[in-house]
Each structure stands twice: as C-alpha cells, then as structure tokens.
C-alpha cells in the first residue's frame, strides 16, 4: 500500500476514519466530487439520500478502478451534504461499502451542489502504486 | 510531464469541462490560495460574478506562471460559489476560456459565505510542475503579488510525500466536545489536534502547505480564530481558503480545519 496511517495518541477521530495518511509512493490520483449519475448519465434518486449516496460510492469506486486502483488506495475523502438530517444514511452506505476504516475524511454540510437535486457529492484523492 | 487524465467509459462527464479524475506521477506540486475577485489594495473589483471570476482567474494565472506552470498543468480545481445562478450564467464561461482545451479534476460547492459578503467565487487549483524535486526536501512558498493576508498564495512541494489530515474539529480523545459555543477554546482545541497529527507525522506547522478553513460563522472566526492560527504557524502561514457553511458533523463543532503537509 502506496501510504502509511498517521495515529497519533493525544488526538482521536470522532468516528471510523484515519487522522491522517502520508504518501509513500506511487502515482497521486485527484478525483473530481462524485454525483449520483448512472452510468447512462441519468440521475438517479432525486430526493433519495440512500439511492444517491450508493450511486456516488459506486461511481467513486468506478473512476478509482479506471485509474489503476480501488477503494482501499484513498488517501482521503470529503463527504459534502446538503443536509444534516442526511447525514446517518450516508453513513450507513458508506460503512457498507468500506467495510472498516475509511481513509482520512472530513464531512462538511453546504448550502447547495452545482444541481439542486445532487443531495451528496464526494471527492478523493489517493495514492495509486 | 507524466499525466493520466481518467475517463471511466462512461458518457456522463464529457462536455462538462472537467476529467472525473486526473493521476500525476508527482515530482513538483503546487497548491494555490483560495483566490477570489480582489484588487491589489484588498477591494473586490465591480461588475459582478463574471468580473470576480475574471479576476480571480487572472490572479491564479500570475501564481501559475510564477511557478512556471499553465492551466493545461493544473489537476484539481475547487470552485466556492455563494450565487450558482450568477456562477451559471456569467462566471462559467469566463472560467472555460482560461482552461480553453485543459480538463482538471474539479469539485463544486455553494456556500453561505466568503471571506468578504459581497464575494461572489473563490477558486483554488492543485498544479503538477513535472521537474525533479532531485531527492531533497521540497518546500517554497510565495505570493505572486502583494497582499495583506495571512497565506501564501501558492506553496510548491515534493508531491510524492504528502501527509493528508481528515478535518480537524474540537474533539476531545474521550469523544466529547471542547468548548462547546466557544469560539476560542474551539480554535485552541483544533490546532492542538493538528498539531499532534503533524508531530505523529514527524512534521511541524511550518510544513503545512494547504490549510482549508471551514466555519458556522466567519464573523465569530474572525474574533477568535486568527490570533489562535498566527500562535500556530507563527508567521509561516500555508496557502489557505476561509469558507463559511450551514454545518458540520456535530451540532456542536463551530469549526473544522483540513490540513495537507509536506513531510521529508
């Protein structure tokens, strides 16, 4: 694995995600905030945080795939909401699909996405090696 | 320059303007500043969304050229819009003419605030330089103009050692808050937590190289945050970006801070 985990004892994340990650090779992957586009470029599940939300996953495994890696290459990720409220059901798709820790992640509520019915979207960058 | 532009075979994004994703084998990497429609002397020029959009371009061109990089390097872009409809109608087209063919990764958001209220776009960029960082530890930082602000507008590292922090909020280890309602002790408790990563990391506050900022209330920041954030980096200060937003994981967390470092 093209990184190493930085877990320092004095700081603790507040949920299952790494503090930190530091690059140890490879190449340095940057991947544009992800949509609940299917692959037909239809939207899918306008008003559905759980239907977006593994849409999104999906299409972030997808571009990790065509670019020489997977899930497990992520560096770290950023979650963008437009609600709080949404908040456990895209952390239950997310638990799901990472199956343990998440990389290094932040969550961040906005005020709107470029589309008023994208919901969530999420970037990465990660180390492919 | 060794560039992987990534287009999953997948029609969706094409004629958007931007790459799903972009790989670089990194040698030389620079981050840029938030950069918005502000003139030297610190006031945001007039005529709307698509002068600050013109502005804020022309101004990430100076500190790409300075770095000796072009639009056609650039691998991320990060769009801050508090006006989508202005961004759509009058901001996007002046942003396609400076990427003319060039296709970077790119994250879009609206947010409720920047720095000044009548800001309309704030932009920042992540370039890959190509070149040999030749072994050594690679850290400059530099303002491509002059300003009053407590950043550099672009920091040039060796991109092949990069340590990514989750953002950082005013967590306690036993899982509670510090400061709850307090912007101060928020501030304090953040960069202790940023601190201990960098230190975890073998790294120190001077190599910070990109520093994002997101808060409830940048009024109430404004009070409290930066004498917090001058004692940390005390006067080496990342390239940095200042966003207000509606919230944060907790109901509690009035801040939350993303650091990314350069470690030798």
């Known amino acids: 694995m093209p990184y190493s985990t930085i877990t320092p004892a004095e700081a603790k994340p507040v949920a299952n995600y790494k503090m930190a990650t530091r690059m140890e090779g490879g190449r340095l992957l940057y991947i544009s905030g992800q949509v609940a586009w299917d692959d037909n470029g239809h939207f899918v599940g306008t008003g559905d945080i759980g239907a977006q939300a593994r849409q999104v996953f999906q299409n972030l495994r997808r571009v990790l795939q065509a670019a020489g890696g997977d899930l497990t290459s992520l560096l770290k990720i950023t979650t963008y909401i437009t609600k709080i409220e949404d908040f456990p059901a895209v952390a239950e798709v997310r638990s799901s699909v990472f199956q343990g820790e998440l990389p290094a992640s932040t969550l961040i509520v906005v005020q709107g996405l470029f589309h008023p019915d994208f919901l969530i979207e999420v970037e990465g960058v990660a180390a492919i090696g | 320059m060794d560039r992987h532009n990534i287009l999953p075979d997948n029609p969706v994004e094409k004629g958007r303007g931007y790459m799903p994703a972009v790989s670089v084998n990194p040698s030389r990497v620079l981050f840029t500043a938030g950069l918005t429609g502000r003139n030297p002397d610190g006031a945001l020029v007039t005529g709307g969304m698509a002068a600050q959009t013109r502005r804020a371009f022309e101004r990430l061109q100076a500190i790409l050229t300075h ?166 980096y005390q006067g080496d200060f990342p390239a940095s970006t200042l966003v207000e937003i509606p919230g944060l994981v907790r109901p509690e967390f009035l801040v939350e801070i993303e650091v990314i470092a350069a470690v030798a």
């Not at chain 2, 990089?69 to 202005?86: C, I, M, P």
């Not at chain 2, 009548?118 to 072994?135: F, K, N, R, T």
């Not at chain 2, 950082?168 to 510090?178: E, I, R, T």
């Open chain 2, 67 to 232: 770095a000796g990089a072009s639009f056609g390097d650039v691998v991320k872009q990060q769009l801050y819009v508090t006006d989508l409809d202005a961004y759509s109608t009058s901001g996007r087209a002046v942003r396609s003419a400076f990427f003319g063919a060039a296709r970077p990764a790119s994250t879009g958001l609206v947010v409720r605030r920047l720095a000044d209220p009548a800001m309309l776009i704030e932009v920042e960029l992540v370039a890959d330089l190509g070149g040999s960082p030749q072994g050594r530890p690679l850290l400059e930082k530099y303002n491509a103009e002059n300003h009053p602000g407590d950043f550099y507008q672009g920091s040039i590292v060796n991109g092949g050692r990069l340590l990514y922090i989750a953002g950082q909020v005013a967590n306690n280890p036993d899982g509670s808050v510090a400061g709850v309602g307090d912007w101060r002790r928020q501030a304090e408790k953040v960069y202790d937590n940023i601190g201990h990563v960098l230190r975890a990391a073998g790294a120190t506050p001077a190599q910070a190289v990109k520093e994002t900022t997101w808060v409830l209330s940048i009024e109430s920041w404004r009070q409290h945050g930066p004498a917090v954030r001058r004692a940390f």
